[in-house]
């Protein structure tokens, strides 16, 4: 699966914004997803997962109350809604497949095999 982030840009502080994350192939809805983001000079962190099936969703501990992910099979999308954005926010956020039917991890990279090339956040006034 190939896998296209979209909807970041610059921001200010308390806006909003949703990202989305487009699948390829028929298949889509067999893979469970995870958004994850790289803050500059930092190392990669979870934010959030929806399992395939029943569509489970999970958050990395410190951004659940902001974030809400969510998913369109019929579009092959995923979604990153995150509220009231804050300049610690600020990172490239990047989707991850894993072919685990039914399993996802909010805070495992190693799970995942396929990765989006990301799409820049920025938050600022």
């Known amino acids: 699966v190939q896998l296209v982030e979209s909807g970041g840009g610059l921001v200010q502080p308390g806006d909003s914004l949703r990202l989305s994350c487009v699948g390829s192939g028929r298949s889509f809805h067999y893979y469970s997803i995870g958004w994850f983001r790289q803050a500059p000079g930092e190392g990669r962190e979870g934010v959030a997962c929806?399992?395939?099936?029943?569509?489970?969703?999970y958050y990395a501990t410190s951004p659940e109350d902001r974030f809400k992910i969510s998913r369109d099979n019929a579009e092959n999308t995923v979604y990153l809604e995150i509220s009231n954005l804050r300049p610690e926010d600020t990172a490239v956020y990047y989707c991850a497949a894993d072919d685990l039917y039914g399993y996802c991890s909010a805070t495992d990279q190693n799970v995942y095999d396929y990765w989006g090339q990301g799409t820049q956040v920025t938050v600022s006034s």
């Open positions: 929806i399992s395939s099936g029943n569509g489970d969703t």
